[in-house]
């Protein structure tokens, strides 16, 4: 053998032995990655885990039984209720209020509302405290209209009648507003209606 194609059969020993280096590697990253996402798939399983403890700690139940979604929303609708069992505040609606947005304010105020609008069934304001209220009365008035809930649960809506007329209320508060507030809220948004309109 010459030293001629000695050098061509070490070349091609060496490109050989490269391309099995190359593919070693090439391996050893896809078996990382492969690792990385078993990793990452572990550490999500025990996220959730242990948010389900969480979830079974505040409604109860044994480990291997799902977490009861209904008892779950019970809870935080009792925890919200149970945060205002306070009373209305005693507020004058009418008397010293120069307008009917101040009324409306007023309003907000004594029943601890972040806003109230009250509309027309098709979707106009007719007083309001603020805020976004030519939005809110023309989207919720037609959620009200189709007998939907709103999307937000921020937000409640009531039926109030003036003058023969059907006019929507709708509140924005953080608060958990019990039911038997209602009413006493819908005969003092009519009485500030009365007043002003």
Same mark, same amino acid.
């Given at each position: #053998?010459?030293?001629?194609?000695?050098?061509?059969?070490?070349?091609? %020993?060496?490109?050989?032995?490269?391309?099995?280096?190359?593919?070693?590697?090439?391996?050893?990253?896809?078996?990382?990655?492969?690792?990385?996402?078993?990793?990452?798939?572990?550490?999500?399983?025990?996220?959730?885990?242990?948010?389900?403890?969480?979830?079974?700690?505040?409604?109860?139940?044994?480990?291997?039984?799902?977490?009861?979604?209904?008892?779950?929303?019970?809870?935080?609708?009792? !925890?919200?209720?149970?945060?205002?069992?306070?009373?209305?505040?005693?507020?004058?609606?009418? &008397?010293?209020?120069?307008?009917?947005?101040?009324?409306?304010?007023?309003?907000?105020?004594?029943?601890?509302?972040?806003?109230?609008?009250?509309?027309?069934?098709?979707?106009?304001?007719?007083? !309001?405290?603020?805020?976004?209220?030519?939005?809110?009365?023309?989207?919720?008035?037609?959620?009200?209209?189709?007998? &939907?809930?709103?999307?937000?649960?921020?937000? #409640?809506?009531?039926?109030?009648?003036?003058?023969?007329? !059907?006019?929507?209320? %709708?509140? *924005?508060?953080? *608060?958990?507003?019990?039911?038997? =507030?209602?009413?006493? #809220?819908?005969?003092?948004?009519?009485?500030?209606?009365?007043? =002003?309109?």
């Amino acid at each position: #053998m010459d030293d001629g194609t000695t050098l061509v059969v070490l070349g091609e %020993i060496i490109v050989v032995l490269l391309t099995l280096i190359g593919v070693g590697i090439a391996a050893c990253v896809l078996q990382m990655v492969r690792v990385r996402g078993l990793l990452e798939e572990v550490r999500v399983d025990n996220q959730e885990r242990q948010q389900a403890g969480l979830l079974r700690e505040i409604v109860g139940g044994t480990a291997q039984a799902p977490v009861d979604m209904f008892k779950l929303f019970k809870h935080i609708q009792r !925890s919200r209720e149970v945060e205002w069992e306070k009373p209305p505040l005693e507020i004058e609606l009418i &008397r010293g209020r120069a307008d009917i947005m101040e009324s409306m304010k007023a309003l907000c105020e004594k029943y601890y509302l972040d806003a109230f609008t009250i509309s027309t069934d098709d979707g106009l304001v007719v007083a !309001s405290s603020g805020g976004d209220a030519a939005s809110d009365a023309a989207k919720y008035s037609y959620v009200f209209s189709e007998g &939907r809930l709103p999307d937000d649960p921020t937000v #409640m809506l009531f039926g109030i009648q003036h003058k023969g007329s !059907s006019l929507v209320g %709708i509140l *924005h508060t953080e *608060h958990n507003i019990p039911e038997t =507030w209602v009413q006493d #809220m819908e005969h003092d948004a009519v009485e500030v209606l009365q007043q =002003w309109l």
